[in-house]
């Protein structure tokens, strides 16, 4: 047995807990779950369904673990491990599956499609076989935090330049992006980018937020990788830095991944976790519903679509504040259908947004989101997540949707200046005089 197989087989073993143990051995080969699946929608291959890819682990799995897979492997279809089988399975996890568990959701016996696929992740990240800018860009999110002090400067600058954008936005020369701010309510981690800063800082200030920007994004690629050390080190520059400045709450951007790492796993990660995590899309919900913020939906007058991003919709649970948003900001809103924890992915999440080659498979399992969008006749489709946002931008120059792609937030603050511009160009109320103060 060679060095990467062992290395591969001893991560694999690391994960087989009870949970992986019955999403293996529970399948009844019944093959709903390929209709569930938006690879196998798009490409109606046998091997494009959830039930073949997991076959492929079980093979090795029953070759070690079955008491006839080790006698006679041939009987239940039992084989070791090879080189050749690492190179089918990683473009069989990291390739041809998003891990959004809609399968898992239409499967009568419940298995864990995803969760299996997560093991295969890890098994080869650990054997070296893992896509190169997956594992690129985990390591440059920890090397920022080893070299603090080289990046800070250059961050604090190019928040200078995004206060002054928000200064002209909201009117307010007083108007600030505060960083590393000790005692403030709020953490905001954002994503690399200023569109994931701006529109949050403009709906901060909107409500009087005590806030402090994050000196960290909120990607975490060592979770795509299923990297159990590369993701807690990813995560805990947040933790750490949230403990530090004493805040009460973590509120992340747009990111359907950061907020399933963050608010379901780390809180089991770490012994001290004393603050509230939530996404910027259950803020915006909250002071929507509590009118805290005016808005003009005609200032979004174009018919739009929501796209439920899968880790926060189906996995994480946020369903309703996005529509909540959506109905109180734009004009027209149109369902998808299917939608909420029944919509289909993107095609573009658990990292096979950032690997270049394999552009051609997320524009083909792409396919089942086109239809979806071309049904609903929006112009614009709105997006909670920053790789379902890409994916669908690439979607749309691929298959010539002609829509606009926007972040939920990008529509709230539309919506929030066009109402304070109505109020600052409303005439004034006219001063009503009684007839006993005129004589």
């Excluded at 604090?156 to 206060?163: G, S, T």
């Excluded at 909120?218 to 530090?244: K, T």
């Excluded at 309703?320 to 939608?339: G, H, K, T, Y």
């Amino acid at each position: 047995m060679s060095e990467r197989i062992q290395q591969a087989l001893t991560a694999f073993e690391k994960s087989l807990d009870r949970r992986l143990l019955a999403a293996l051995e529970v399948c009844a080969r019944c093959g709903i779950c390929a209709e569930s699946c938006h690879v196998f929608a798009a490409e109606p291959d046998f091997r494009n369904a959830p039930a073949a890819k997991a076959e492929a682990v079980r093979r090795f799995y029953r070759r070690l673990h079955d008491p006839i897979g080790r006698l006679f492997p041939w009987w239940v279809g039992a084989k070791d491990l090879t080189e050749a089988d690492l190179e089918e399975l990683a473009e069989i996890a990291f390739g041809a599956c998003t891990l959004c568990r809609r399968c898992t959701m239409n499967c009568p016996m419940g298995v864990d499609t995803a969760l299996i696929m997560r093991a295969t992740r890890a098994m080869l990240t650990a054997a070296g076989k893992a896509p190169e800018m997956l594992t690129q860009l985990a390591d440059a999110a920890i090397a920022r935090e080893e070299n603090l002090e080289f990046f800070r400067e250059f961050y604090i600058d190019q928040i200078r330049e995004l206060e002054r954008e928000l200064q002209e936005q909201t009117g307010d020369p007083d108007a600030r992006i505060p960083v590393e701010k000790a005692g403030a309510e709020i953490l905001y981690v954002a994503l690399s980018g200023a569109h994931t800063i701006l529109p949050a800082a403009v709906l901060f200030h909107a409500v009087g937020a005590d806030w402090t920007l994050s000196m960290f994004e909120a990607a975490n690629y060592g979770y795509f990788l299923a990297d159990l050390q590369r993701a807690r080190a990813i995560a805990r520059r947040i933790v750490d830095e949230a403990r530090r400045l004493g805040v009460k709450e973590i509120i992340l951007a747009e990111c359907g991944h950061a907020y399933t790492v963050l608010r379901w796993e780390a809180p089991n990660w770490f012994e001290d976790f004393p603050f509230r995590v939530r996404s910027i899309i259950e803020a915006a919900a909250e002071w929507i519903q509590q009118g805290r913020l005016p808005l003009d939906p005609s200032a979004n007058p174009e018919p739009v679509t929501y796209h439920d991003s899968c880790n926060l919709g189906r996995n994480g649970g946020l369903l309703e504040e996005p529509r909540i948003i959506l109905r109180a900001v734009v004009q027209d809103f149109r369902e998808m259908s299917p939608n909420r924890a029944e919509n289909f992915c993107c095609g573009g999440g658990a990292g096979l947004v950032a690997v270049p080659e394999w552009y051609e498979k997320r524009m083909r399992a792409g396919r089942r989101k086109v239809e979806q969008i071309r049904q609903t006749g929006a112009r614009i489709v709105a997006a909670s997540c920053d790789n379902c946002r890409l994916q669908l931008g690439d979607l749309n120059d691929y298959y010539g949707l002609g829509i606009r792609v926007s972040g939920l937030i990008d529509l709230v603050v539309n919506a929030y200046l066009a109402a304070r511009r109505m109020k600052a160009t409303a005439p004034a109320a006219p001063v009503r005089v009684s007839v006993q103060e005129l004589i």
